[in-house]
């Protein structure tokens, strides 16, 4: 479970609501733990509904040798692996808390005996496919550890077992995601410095993958983790200008809604490798989590690395304005809101569109509004600010390099599209802007 250094102040909701709507691997903010840092589930709902083992009883197996093996149990209906509360994972990890459940499986926290630290063990279910999967992110993690001698870029894998006929990957435990950060600050931005030093490694992160040939293909604020869950808190200045202007204000500077969370450090790791790919020729299917994915994808037109430079810049952007760019899950407005933020497509690329996105352009161009699917949908396109209308609106200072660098990071046709090295010598990133 996430450790914090500070006195935990609970923040009440801001006027302004959080627009990203719940993906669906999101779960309850009442549920509170990390996978590597990421918050997706308390032990103790769990424990007191019985969901973690499918037993009522207690979750603790008694007459059990410290380090034995715990009584065979079957995996449930879906080949996720059944455990109890205090469970060995062979003899060397004991289990300390559930701490996520997605499609590939499980991520619980573990006690390693041998190194004396909490790990975090992805448990895949035992199901061929996810098996196979899980075979490949190992080779990429490994190749990856291989190459990353710091281990500052990348997860680091400590270990992996086949136990039960479920493969265990076991990884370093961090703090949060930026996304769950995010979260917990009520979606207020990050510092813009914060975000210099973020991005920095965020590029440094893909460069290094790209010159071993690999494109992460899935890089989202949830795939990106502070490696410390330190933070601390300071006035929330616009929030009290907002305040001042507020007539009959019920709110002092005592309320939580005047600080926002800080981190106490801004250095970073990626993970999650699953989806990583090869560099290989007609890459036509789809990648990328919906609101990160790059246009050439949505119109079939073929992708390889500058998919992930894409992600970055709208990963950059959600970090200045706590909310993702582009909030839809429908392709055609996703490319109107494109438009709007970023300006029209190149007629080039409309003219290539494979045939499954042809339903999207006519006359080499979009069918909008024509082809919205309802009036919510335009007036959500509408709403957008043009991209360097909306940085200027979060950041006070650099917001011209900033939006430099996102103009590059965010072209339309892949070709012209910064590269992660081109965009680390950006003036973005100099050193007379640092300050962290």
Known sequence: MEMEHVTNIPITHLDRPRKRPRFGWDLPQAQVGN????????????????????HTSSLFVKG????????????????????ALGDNLTSRYKIHNKMGEGTFGQVLECWDRERKEMVAIKIVRGIKKYKEAAMIEIEVLQQLGKHDKGGNRCVQIRNWFDYRNHICIVF????????????????????????????????ECVAFMHDLRMIHTDLKPENILLVSSDYV??????VADICCFEQNSTRSP???????????????????????TYECQDQNY?????????PEVILGLGWSYPCDVWSVGCILVELCTGEALFQTHENLEHLAMMERVLGPMPHNMLKRVDRHAEKYVRRGRLVWPEGAASRESIKAVLKLPRLQNLVMQHVDHSAGDLIHLLQGLLRYDPMDRLTAREA?????????????
């Open 172 to 203: 370093e435990k961090l703090g949060p995601s930026l996304y769950d950060f995010l979260r917990k600050n009520n979606y207020r931005s990050f510092p813009i410095d914060h975000v210099r030093e973020i991005g920095r490694q965020l590029l």
């Open 64 to 83: 059990v040798a410290q380090n034995g093996s715990p009584p065979w149990r079957e995996d449930d209906k879906d080949g996720h692996y059944m455990f």
């Open 233 to 238: 808190k300071v006035p929330d200045y616009k």
């Open 286 to 294: 789809i990648v990328s989590t919906r609101h990160y994915r790059a």
């Open 35 to 54: 996978f590597c840092g990421q918050e997706v589930g308390n032990v103790a709902s769990y424990a007191s509904s019985g969901a973690i083992s499918g």
């Open 254 to 276: 005592k309320d939580s809604s005047y600080y926002k969370r800080v981190p106490k450090s801004s250095a970073i790791k990626v993970i999650d490798f699953g989806s990583t």
């Open 424 to 436: 680390l010598r950006h003036p973005f990133f100099a050193k007379d802007h640092r300050r962290i």
